[in-house]
Each structure stands twice: as C-alpha cells, then as structure tokens.
C-alpha cells in the first residue's frame, strides 16, 4: 500500500536528482523486511512498524499514519458484523506474523478481553491481501488507502466495527 502511495512522492525528486542510480522495489513488510536491512541487503523500507518493535542499531523515521480498515468480500454475511465479538470465529488472513503491523487486530481482540483468532493464512504481500480476500472467505486489516483503492474491483467491503481499530506508523 505504501508503494501506491508514498513510494512514487519519493521517487520523483530522487531520480531527477540521481539518474544514475538504479532503485530494486521489493513489496515486504515488517517484520520480514528486517533480516535485509540488518545484513545490508537494502538500504531502507517504507513500512508500517511500531516503535517498540524496532532494534537496536536500526533507526525509523515516522512519514505518515495510516488508517487501518477490516475487510472481507461483500458477499461474506461477516461484513455485517459491528463489534469484535462477532469476529472472534471468523478465518483471517494476516499480512505479518502475530509480532508485525498485520496482526494489529490482535491487540484489539486482547483489549476488548477477546481470544485472538489464529489467522489461517500469513501473507507477506500487502498487496496480495485484497486478491485473497476477493476470492475466498478470510477476513482481514488492510491500510485504509489499500482498501479504497481496490474495494469496488476486488468486491470488498469494510466491516464497520463499534472499536477503534486504530492506525499504522509508517
């Protein structure tokens, strides 16, 4: 979602002020993006990451907060849900492990003295989120702007909870 965004801003006065050099766009998020900014493999990322999850030794400087939308396909009687609680059976797809921005409703669910649903797909592409959501029956977080984008052509809608869901430090 961030390379629909944030990305192409960025890139526009970098390439006019450095022609020369060649920029590798990889779609990732944290946390799986660590282990190539640790080794050096890239030299930075622009992704959702909460302050207590940063290491030492790495350095984040906060571009933007983003909304975070549940969503799921229009056709998924789930999408009439208003509260977590009508959630908790529902099968989700996370775009992190449990200790990355995707699994951000985790912390809702623990807030509102719920069990966490364990999330029957991890998928590491926020942008892979909105094809696997359009065709199967998995309920899942997706950055705001990422939803408007796709919602009428991937038959998505937004699960209008009563909690806050709250937003992602990018």
């Known amino acids: 979602a ?7 801003q960025a890139l526009r006065p970098f390439t006019r002020r450095y022609p020369q050099v060649r920029v590798h766009c990889i779609d990732g998020v944290w946390p799986m993006v660590h ?4 080794s050096g493999a890239i030299d930075f990322a622009l992704t959702p990451v909460r302050a207590d999850e940063l ?3 790495l350095v984040a400087e906060w571009l933007c907060e983003r909304e975070i939308v549940v969503a799921a396909h229009r056709d998924n009687p789930i999408c009439q849900a208003r509260s977590l609680a009508e959630l908790v059976h529902s099968r989700w797809v996370h775009a992190t492990p449990s200790n990355g ?3 951000v409703i985790d912390t809702l669910f623990l807030k509102a003295g719920l069990e ?6 991890v998928c590491e592409s926020l942008l892979a989120l909105p094809e696997i959501v359009r065709d199967t029956d998995l309920v ?3 950055p705001e702007v990422l939803f408007q984008r796709v919602s009428k052509s991937h038959g998505l809608c937004q699960i209008q ?7 992602a430090h990018v």
């Open 2 to 8: 961030i390379s629909l965004s944030l990305l192409p």
């Open 35 to 38: 282990p190539a900014l640790r």
């Open 55 to 57: 290491e030492t030794g």
């Open 101 to 103: 921005p995707g699994a």
């Open 116 to 121: 966490p649903p364990t999330p029957v797909m």
């Open 140 to 142: 899942t977080t997706l």
């Open 161 to 167: 909870l009563s909690e806050q869901i709250g937003r």
